[in-house]
C-alpha cells in the first residue's frame, strides 16, 4: 500500500525497471440534400428493412443525420413510434420521413423552449408553410414516445398519448416516404429507438431497455449485498467463487454497455453462454482495455464467432483466439496497405485457425493468452499480405527465436528517397500511389517506420504477437519471444522511453512500460483476475472500505494498474483514518528495508513445506540432503506436493537427480489465488548440467503460491542393490520468500524512505 508519493514513486520504479443540425422555419436554414453528407457518411448511410428484421443498429440508440430506408411503402393505418429524451429548451431535433432526391416529406420538430411543435415538407430544396401546433407539457430531461399515425388524409402526432393540437394534412403521396432520418441537438438530447405498428424495428427497444436496466441494477445490488459490512476476506472469498465471479464481470460488462446508451439482447442463447461462463466472461475482461468501452462490438463479435464455430466453447486455443477477436475488432483495425479498408475480423479468425490446425504458426502462437494474440489478429496486414510474408522469410530467421532478427528488416531498403528522387514525406508519390503493402516496402524501401512495421507484419505472419513501437525520434518494435517475454528490438532507446503508435489498442496507457506491466499481469493469471474482480467490488462499497479492498487488490497483483488508480482516489476519502493506512503501510516499508539491505537472500522455502507424494518413498520432509534420498520411485510416474505454511514468492527451483533416474518430461503446478493449479515451469524451461546425478535449473514465477505439484514421468531407469529405481530426487531446493497472510501488503515491490522510523513517522 502506498500513500500519493509512495504511489508514484512505484510508478516511475516500474518505469526504470521495465526500461446538427437546425430546424426548416425562417429563423434557420438546414441542409437536407443527399450531397450535405460525405463519401464516407454514404458508405454508412444504414440500410434497415421495416419489412423483416432489424439488425443493422442492434439495439443502440439511433444515429444522427443517418437516414433509415424503409423496404416497404408506408399506408394508411401504419403508426410510427419513436422514443427519445429532451435536453434543455433544445430545439434543434427532428424526425423526418424523406422522399427521393432530398425531399423532405413530413418533418416534426418538437420546441420545448418554445412551447411548440413545428410541422412541414420541403420540396426541390424550398420550405413551404410551416404549421404550428402546441407541444404537451414536458419536462427537461424526461423520456417521451412520439407517435406519428398514417390516417386516411394526414400525418396525426401524439405525445405520450397526448394529441397535438394541429394535424399535418398530406402534401404528398404517402407512398412516396423511402426512409425516416433523426436529427438531435448537441446538449445530450438523444433518439433511442423506434416501432412500426407495435413491432420493435430499430434502435432501442423500450421493453428490452427496461429489462436491461433492471438486470444492471440487480447485480449491482447482489453485489453490494456481498461487499456492506463484510470482511476483505469475505469479500476476497466472494470475488473467488464462481458465482461472485460471473455477478461482478457481468455487471462491469453490462454497466460499460449501458453507461453509453446501448442494450444487448440478453435472451439471446449464445450471449448467455457467454455471461455464464466463468473463464469466458474472465478472458473478455482481463485480456486489455476494450477501446471507448466497446464491450458491446466486442460481444457481438464472439457471440457471431460461436455461432459460426461452436467448437469455441470447448477448444481453450479457439476460445484464446476468439476472445482477442473480438476484443481486437471492437474498434475497426485499418488495413496498411489502403487506410480506408479494415480488416475482416471473421476472415482474420478463420486464417488463423486453419493455420493453427495445418502447424503453420510457430509455438508462440499456441502459448499465448488472449491479450498476446490481440498483437498477432490485430496486424495491419491483410491475410494475403500475410501469406506473402509466410513465403518470403529468409532463411533462418523462420523459427521461433529468429523472428527479431535483423535479416528480415534488412529486406526493406533503408532511404529517404524512391529510385525517381521523391522523399518520403510524400509518402504517397514515394510508393508510386501504390498500396503499401508488405511486398512495396520490400521493394522501394522506407526509414525505420518502414523497417519495424515490416517486420512487426512478418513476425505476425507466423502468429507470433508483435507491434511496432515508437521511440524518441525512432520507431521499433517489439515482439514476444520464445522464453514468453517482450523484446524491444531495433531501437536506440528504452522501454521507458517507447510508445504504442496511436492506432494499435493498448492497456492502461500508450508508454512502453505499462504494457511490460500487463505482460506481469497476464504471466500471474489467477492473481491478476482475482485483484481485478476486487477491485470491481470496492466501487458499490461504503467509501470508507474502499481503501481496504483496493489495498488487498493491489497485494494480490501489483502489476495492475487500475488498482493503483483507484487506491489513489480511495486514499482522499476524507473519512478514511490516518492510522489505517500507516498501520497497513509500516510493515510493507520495514520488510522492504530489510530486503533492501540483502536483496539476494533468498531462503531454501522447501525446509518449511509439508509433503505428500505419489509413488514415491522417503518423501516425507525437505532437509536440504542429509538423507541419501529426498525421494524416490520405483514406477516410471508420480507427482510430489509441497504445501508451505505461508503464501510464497518463487525466485528459482534447483532438482538433483540420483544416478541416471532423471525424469524424462515433468511439469511444475503452483497453487493460485483462486485455488486453481497453473502450470508454470516443465522440463522444456529447465538448464541441465551433469551426466551421472544431473541437476535441473529452474527460474522462478510472479504468481503467489501455498502449494507447488511437480509431476513426472517417464524416468530413467537406476539399480540401486537389488531394486530399479526410476526416478529419484537427491535434493530439491525451492528459494524464495514466504509472506504472512494477515500482512496484506506482504510482497509489493516498494521503495521506503529512511526516515520512516515508525508509525506516527512514515515517508
Known amino acids: 500500500m502506498f500513500r500519493m508519493q509512495s504511489l508514484l514513486g512505484l510508478l516511475l520504479i516500474v518505469a526504470q525497471c521495465y526500461a446538427n443540425i437546425y430546424d426548416a422555419d425562417e429563423d434557420y436554414k438546414e441542409d437536407y440534400e443527399d450531397g450535405w453528407i460525405t463519401g464516407k457518411q454514404q458508405e454508412e448511410i444504414a440500410s434497415i428493412y421495416l419489412g423483416k428484421r432489424a439488425v443493422s443498429t442492434n439495439n443502440e440508440k439511433l444515429v444522427s443525420g443517418k437516414k433509415y430506408n424503409l423496404e416497404r411503402r408506408l399506408e394508411p393505418g401504419d403508426v410510427i413510434e419513436v422514443h427519445g429524451s429532451y435536453g434543455d429548451n433544445d430545439y434543434r431535433y427532428s424526425v423526418n420521413l424523406m422522399g427521393d432526391n432530398g425531399d423532405i416529406l413530413f418533418h416534426v420538430n418538437p420546441r420545448p423552449g418554445k412551447g411548440i411543435t413545428v410541422m412541414n415538407n420541403r420540396v426541390g430544396n424550398k420550405w413551404k408553410k410551416q404549421v404550428n401546433a402546441e407541444l404537451p407539457d414536458v419536462q427537461s430531461g424526461e423520456d417521451f414516445a412520439m407517435k406519428i399515425v398514417m390516417s386516411d388524409d394526414c400525418y396525426q402526432v401524439l405525445f405520450n398519448d397526448a394529441p397535438l393540437s394541429q394535424d399535418f394534412i398530406y402534401r404528398n403521396e404517402l407512398s412516396l416516404v423511402k426512409s425516416i432520418m433523426f436529427k438531435a441537438g448537441n446538449n445530450g438530447f438523444s433518439w433511442k429507438g423506434m416501432t412500426l405498428n407495435g413491432e420493435h424495428k430499430f434502435g432501442i427497444d423500450q421493453l428490452l431497455e427496461k429489462a436491461f436496466e433492471e438486470t444492471v441494477a440487480n447485480l449491482e445490488e447482489i453485489i453490494t449485498n456481498n461487499v456492506h459490512d463484510q470482511s476483505i476476506k469475505a469479500v476476497k472469498q466472494y470475488a473467488n467463487s464462481t458465482q461472485g465471479s460471473i455477478e461482478l464481470f457481468q455487471w462491469r460488462m453490462l454497466k460499460k454497455i449501458l453507461g453509453k446508451n446501448q442494450i444487448v439482447d440478453l435472451d439471446d442463447s449464445t450471449l448467455q453462454w457467454i455471461l455464464s461462463n466463468k473463464e469466458t466472461l474472465e478472458m473478455l475482461m482481463t485480456s486489455g482495455d476494450v477501446r471507448d468501452d466497446n464491450y458491446k462490438e466486442a460481444l457481438e463479435i464472439l457471440v457471431s464467432l460461436i455461432n459460426v464455430d461452436p467448437l469455441i466453447k470447448t477448444d481453450p486455443l479457439r476460445m484464446r483466439l476468439a476472445v482477442a477477436t473480438a476484443l481486437t475488432f471492437s474498434i475497426s483495425v485499418p488495413s496498411m496497405a489502403v487506410e480506408r479498408n479494415s480488416i475482416d475480423w471473421m476472415k482474420r479468425y478463420s486464417s488463423y485457425l486453419q493455420l493453427s490446425e495445418e502447424g503453420v504458426l510457430l509455438e508462440q502462437f499456441y502459448a499465448a493468452t488472449a491479450w498476446h494474440l490481440r498483437y498477432v489478429v490485430g496486424s495491419w496486414q491483410t491475410d494475403e499480405e500475410l ?217 531454501n522455502i522447501a525446509l518449511t513445506a509439508t509433503v505428500k507424494s505419489e509413488n514415491f518413498v522417503n518423501a516425507t520432509g525437505m532437509d536440504n540432503g542429509t538423507k541419501k534420498f529426498v525421494a524416490k520411485s520405483t514406477t516410471t510416474s508420480g507427482y510430489i506436493l509441497l504445501e508451505f505454511p505461508k503464501a510464497a514468492k518463487v525466485s528459482s527451483v534447483y532438482i538433483k537427480w540420483w544416478a541416471w533416474s532423471k525424469s524424462k518430461h515433468y511439469d511444475v503446478y503452483a497453487m493460485g489465488s483462486d485455488g486453481e493449479y497453473v502450470l508454470v515451469k516443465t522440463q522444456a524451461d529447465e538448464r541441465v548440467e551433469g551426466g551421472k546425478n544431473p541437476r535441473s535449473f529452474l527460474g522462478g514465477w510472479e504468481m503467489m503460491t501455498n502449494k507447488i505439484k511437480i509431476e513426472m514421468r517417464d524416468g530413467r531407469p537406476s539399480k540401486e542393490t537389488f531394486t530399479v529405481i526410476h526416478i529419484a530426487l537427491w535434493e530439491l531446493i525451492i528459494k524464495g520468500r514466504l509472506y504472512d497472510y494477515g500482512a496484506v501488503s506482504d510482497g509489493k515491490p516498494v521503495t521506503s524512505s529512511e526516515l520512516s522510523t515508525g508509525a506516527e513517522n512514515l515517508v
Not at 470496492?538 to 497483483?557: I, Y
Request: glycine content about 6%; overall charge neutral; charged content about 25%.
Open 387 to 603: 501469406a506473402w510474408a509466410r513465403a518470403n522469410t529468409p532463411e533462418g530467421c523462420d523459427d521461433a527465436a529468429s523472428m527479431g532478427r535483423g535479416p528480415i528488416r534488412g529486406m526493406v531498403r533503408y532511404t529517404g528517397y524512391n529510385k525517381d528522387g521523391v522523399h518520403l514525406s510524400q509518402e504517397s508519390d514515394f510508393y508510386y500511389k501504390l498500396p503499401i503493402t508488405l511486398k512495396t516496402l520490400h521493394m522501394i524501401g522506407g526509414v525505420c517506420g518502414a523497417k519495424s512495421k515490416f517486420q512487426a507484419g512478418m513476425i505476425q505472419a507466423h502468429g507470433v504477437p508483435a507491434l511496432p513501437m515508437g521511440t524518441i525520434r525512432h520507431c521499433a518494435f517489439a515482439w514476444w519471444k520464445p522464453e514468453r517475454k517482450w523484446s524491444l528490438d531495433y531501437h536506440s532507446d528504452t522501454w521507458a522511453d517507447s510508445k504504442t503508435h496511436t492506432p494499435i489498442q493498448y492497456s492502461w496507457r500508450r508508454p512502453g512500460y505499462y504494457f511490460l506491466m500487463m505482460e506481469s499481469a497476464q504471466s500471474s493469471f489467477a492473481e491478476y483476475r482475482l485483484s481485478e474482480k476486487m477491485r470491481i467490488a470496492a466501487k458499490v462499497a461504503q467509501p470508507e472500505d474502499m481503501f481496504g479492498l483496493l489495498e488487498e487488490a493491489s497485494t494480490v497483483c501489483p502489476y495492475n494498474f487500475d488498482v493503483w488508480v483507484d487506491l489513489k482516489t480511495a486514499m482522499a476519502v476524507p473519512t478514511l483514518k490516518k492510522a489505517t493506512v500507516q498501520s497497513t503501510l509500516l510493515p510493507v516499508l520495514q520488510r522492504a528495508k530489510e530486503w533492501q539491505a540483502d536483496p539476494d537472500n533468498d531462503d
